[in-house]
């Protein structure tokens, strides 16, 4: 009577559940800014200020080197720039200008060579062309860090937002 007791009991099987609990994204790592324009130092510009709203934003832990498992590597590449004339004075010359720039970014989880997420962002912004030649270069990289900050605060809400997406899919790619 006792071996059969035992026997049932070892013999039934035990179910376990297992819940998996999903996390924000506070870890990132941002890649230098590749620059695929002509524009020159526009890299500079953009890893800059990257660097300036990932730093500053309290929801996100830099990490100066990535944490295996832990750290999303955020990979941006600024694909095109345009700018046309809106504004003219009397005389019909361009006195402002809109500039429009799309990003592309990719989201890795450290270790793997193919992202789990790829999206496009596209800004825009003015700036004046009046001035001097060097007032009007300063307005136009303003301009340029201006677009570059709403490119990576969309980033930073995109991570915050659906951080709950991005930890399940790399646990699927793991």
Avoid: W
Avoid at 114 to 129: A, G, H
């Amino acid at each position: 009577m006792l071996l059969l007791l035992l026997l049932l009991s070892f013999s039934c099987a035990s179910v376990e559940t297992k819940q998996t609990t999903f996390k924000k994204v506070e870890h990132v790592y941002i890649f230098p800014v590749t620059n695929r324009t002509h524009e020159e130092a526009l890299d500079v510009i953009f890893t800059k200020v990257a660097d300036d709203v990932f730093y500053s934003d309290p929801r996100f832990k830099v990490d100066p080197k990535p944490i295996p498992g832990t750290t999303i590597i955020v990979k941006p590449s600024v694909d095109s720039i345009s700018t046309f004339a809106v504004g003219f004075d009397r005389y019909d010359r361009a006195t402002e200008y809109r500039m429009t720039v799309q990003a592309t970014v990719k989201l890795f989880r450290y270790g793997f060579k193919k992202p789990f997420k790829v999206f496009k962002i596209t800004r825009y912004d003015f700036y004046s062309n009046v001035g001097n030649p060097l007032e009007i270069e300063r307005n136009r990289k303003e301009c340029l860090s201006r677009i570059a900050e709403q490119i990576f605060s969309a980033v930073g809400e995109k991570l915050y937002a659906e951080g709950k997406e991005i930890e399940s899919n790399a646990e699927v790619i793991k």
